[in-house]
């Protein structure tokens, strides 16, 4: 195969992929426009009912504010812990491997496994579910992981001798941190906080698990699935959707304003 059939072979590839991964999210964007009770084709004519209906769902607001608050929390108390263990890392101590490994561990534990022990582990602690309380606790575990190796990432390519430079010039060393340090590793503590975010907003398994008696989205969408099927969902899956690429072209403003 010559190199401009393998370019064409490629590209061609390429589209295939993303058409296949982009057709659902497209198909679902449309039909939220659909005026049809039915969820799926046919079309029956332009309408924006659905999102009228929507803006007059209060189980499904309360439930949209609930999650954002839960993933605002979730970001912040992930990146700040994150940050830290990711700084302690930068030294060697006594144990780090085993300390790594289990900080890492659940990246190969089942969502399904962490989400039964967490429910026993609460139970047997007398501790009653909630959604600022066992279900924080679970979401945090859960983004951890993800923040930790995204800053440690970060910090693995800081160059130190720009904090031995800063120090050298007599800096303190919570100047240098503030002035050198942190400048320096920002794009990637705005990034893992924007991931963590995402993760805990979309985390469904866990929180089916310790949620207790409120909702997040994610839970009244799957309990709404298994009582009636209304175009609702296409228009609340076509806001988040629409969410998701404000938050991807707001990280990319900032790390184009950071470099």
């Known amino acids: 195969m ?3 059939r393998a370019r064409w072979f ?5 589209t295939a992929v993303y058409i296949f991964l982009y057709t659902p999210i497209v198909m679902l964007i449309v039909l939220s426009f659909n005026d049809t009770n039915s969820i799926t084709l046919p079309w029956g004519g332009f309408t924006l009912r659905w999102y009228r209906a929507l803006a007059e769902n209060q189980s499904l ?7 954002l608050t839960l993933g605002l929390i979730t970001a912040l108390l992930s990146t700040v812990i994150g ?10 101590f006594r144990g780090q491997v085993a300390a790594m490994r289990v900080l890492l561990l659940p990246f190969v534990i089942p969502g399904l496994t962490i989400g039964v022990a967490l429910l026993l582990l609460f139970h047997a602690l007398g501790v009653r579910p909630g959604l600022l309380t066992t279900t924080l606790v679970a979401h945090v575990g859960f983004t951890l992981p993800y ?24 800096a303190d060393e919570i100047t240098t941190f503030w002035q050198v340090t942190f400048p320096l590793i920002r794009p990637g503590i705005v990034g893992s906080a924007l991931f963590a ?6 985390e469904f398994i866990r929180t089916l698990f310790t949620i207790g008696n409120d909702n997040t989205l994610p839970i009244q969408i799957w309990s709404t699935l298994g009582s009636m099927v209304s ?8 806001l988040i959707v629409a969410a998701s690429f404000a938050l991807v072209i707001v990280g990319e403003l900032l790390r184009r304003r950071e470099r």
């Open 2 to 4: 010559t190199d401009a």
């Open 10 to 14: 490629l590209r061609g590839y390429g």
């Open 61 to 67: 607001f309360v439930s949209l504010k609930n999650s």
């Open 83 to 92: 940050a830290l263990a990711a700084f302690a890392f930068r030294s060697r």
């Open 147 to 170: 923040v930790f190796v995204l800053i440690s990432t970060r910090l693995h390519r800081f160059d130190e001798s720009l904090e031995e430079a800063a120090m050298d010039l007599g």
């Open 197 to 202: 975010f995402t993760l805990s907003f979309d």
């Open 231 to 238: 175009p609702e969902l296409n228009a609340i899956a076509t």
